[in-house]
T-cell receptor, first 115, second 115 residues
């Protein structure tokens, strides 16, 4: 299995621009998570999907952030407009989901720098 | 919601010594406790996990213990090696309305193993 695939690996853009991060979960996994990691705040859960439906988006910082999961094999996290404080590493993770207590598997992350 | 505290934030040991990292959690409904290792610039990777019906689990040089009454769990690494140097995260998983489990992460422990 290829694991969780994220793209791009690195993104550098100017503030005000729209940023789209992409994630392909492991085939057969029906729960998907977006995390943000910074030195100051650690690993924060932004949003969580189960069977393509957003279950908990209480971690999404503000309206500039949005996430979609149009099908079981693809999700996007969008920031519009981007700001320097959004600079972080964004991880996507997936798991089997349900009530089976299976581990989450992380992608390699997208390192985002907003200038 | 769940709150996970992790200590210490940094830990320096001599090669061959043991290392212990401790975590506490707040939600008595939490029933799954994974540990992740994150090397510099890489993704978090699961190293061991424990479920609430078990008190201890071992895998070669690493072991995890769980005390449900006290709501704390610990990671033990014996015979540490330089390649064990990384940031370690504990996490606790709470059932979320039968829509899967969400992980709440501790703040991380930077382990340095000196040769």
């Amino acid at each position: 299995d290829a694991g969780v695939i994220q793209s791009p690996r690195h993104e550098v853009t100017e503030m005000g621009q729209e940023v789209t991060l992409r994630c392909k979960p492991i085939s057969g996994h029906n729960s998907l998570f977006w995390y943000r990691q910074t030195m100051m705040r650690g690993l924060e859960l932004l949003i969580y999907f189960n069977n393509n439906v957003p279950i908990d988006d209480s971690g999404m910082p503000e309206d500039r952030f949005s996430a979609k999961m149009p099908n079981a094999s693809f999700s996007t996290l969008k920031i519009q407009p981007s700001e320097p404080r959004d600079s972080a590493v964004y991880f996507c993770a997936s798991t089997v989901g349900g009530d089976r207590n299976q581990p989450q598997h992380f992608g390699d992350g997208t390192r985002l720098s907003i200038l | 919601g769940e709150n996970v505290e992790q200590h210490p934030s940094t830990l320096s040991v001599q090669e061959g010594d043991s290392a212990v990292i401790k975590c506490t959690y707040s939600d008595s409904a939490s029933n799954y406790f994974p540990w992740y290792k994150q090397e510099l610039g890489k993704r978090p990777q699961l190293i061991i996990d424990i479920r609430s019906n078990v008190g201890e689990k071992k895998d070669q040089r690493i072991a995890v213990t769980l005390n449900k009454t006290a709501k704390h769990f610990s990671l033990h690494i014996t015979e540490t090696q330089p390649e064990d140097s990384a940031v370690y995260f504990c996490a606790a998983s709470s059932p979320h309305n039968n829509a899967g489990n969400m992980l709440t992460f501790g703040g991380g422990t930077r382990l340095m193993v000196k040769p």
